[in-house]
């Protein structure tokens, strides 16, 4: 993974298998409105990751 730390907004190198996923993911019909690009996928699946994990820490 290589992070570019000039900036707040970071570059991140997906794994190009991961990355076909993801494009076949948002080609879906039920998919192509809610997400526009990998970049926008990437970001809210992991705020929805994060956010499932908050909630199982504070359920501990």
């Known amino acids: 993974m290589v992070v570019n730390t000039k ?3 970071s ?3 997906i794994d190009s298998i991961l990355s076909k996923e993801i494009e076949e993911f948002i ?3 039920e998919n192509r409105f ?3 690009n990998k970049k926008q ?3 809210l ?3 929805e990751f994060f956010g499932k994990i908050k909630k199982e820490v ?3």
């Open 41 to 43: 996928f990437v970001d």
């Open 27 to 29: 080609k879906k019909e």
């Open 58 to 60: 504070k359920t501990k």
């Open 7 to 9: 900036n707040k907004d």
């Open 34 to 36: 809610r997400f526009v």
């Open 45 to 47: 699946a992991v705020h």
């Open 11 to 13: 570059v991140v190198k």
